[in-house]
């Protein structure tokens, strides 16, 4: 089977849960999966349920400081580039069925990466392996570059009404 490009994307909720949801039925049907998580050193719900299926590993990289477009830290650009380079092993490793860049789009966004890094990776992986793209502020040229694009588009959030994020929901 030929391993496609997918790139979730936009300013709306939805993203990194649409890419667990591909890794879950993967999962049930067998395959392997690795999910990479850019900048989200925190406690996420779904880090606690996933540990339960030998299937899917993640691996999470950054600190548990937000990173701010043209503030970041050395250690943000170093991370960014493990992470990177950890999602780039395993593709070629031969070991997943699918690799999850879970907030790739805003290392790049944010210049922690280089976006032509990117690109070169995508234009050589392996054929077999199927790639999937998360996070705001998708770079026209991944767009392009990918065989299936959805846009996350924020109509109405609870946060305008003043809610805060919730626990087992938001994260």
């Not at 701010?68 to 991370?79: H, L, T």
């Not at 990776?121 to 705001?136: C, N």
Request: negative net charge; hydrophobic residues 40%; contains cysteine.
């Amino acid at each position: 089977m030929e391993g496609l490009i997918q790139v979730y994307f936009g300013n709306g909720k939805g993203k990194t849960t649409a890419a667990l949801g591909l890794a879950l039925r993967a999962a049930g049907r067998g395959k392997e999966v690795l999910i990479v998580q850019f900048m989200k050193k925190w406690d996420y719900g779904e880090l606690h349920s996933i540990q339960l299926i030998p299937q899917i590993t993640v691996k999470t990289f950054g600190t548990k400081d937000f990173v701010y477009k043209g503030k970041a830290k050395e250690i943000d650009y170093q991370e960014a580039k493990k992470a990177f380079a950890e999602g780039v092993q395993a593709a070629k490793s031969g070991q997943y069925d699918i690799i999850i860049f879970d907030e790739l789009n805003v290392a790049i966004y944010f210049e922690l990466l280089e976006l032509q890094q990117v690109l070169d990776f995508l234009e050589e992986k392996p054929v077999e392996v199927e790639i999937i793209i998360t996070g705001r502020n998708a770079p026209k040229e991944i767009i392009d570059k990918a065989d299936l694009v959805t846009e996350m588009c924020e109509i109405k959030h609870p946060y305008q009404k003043g809610i805060q994020a919730r626990i087992g929901i938001e994260y």
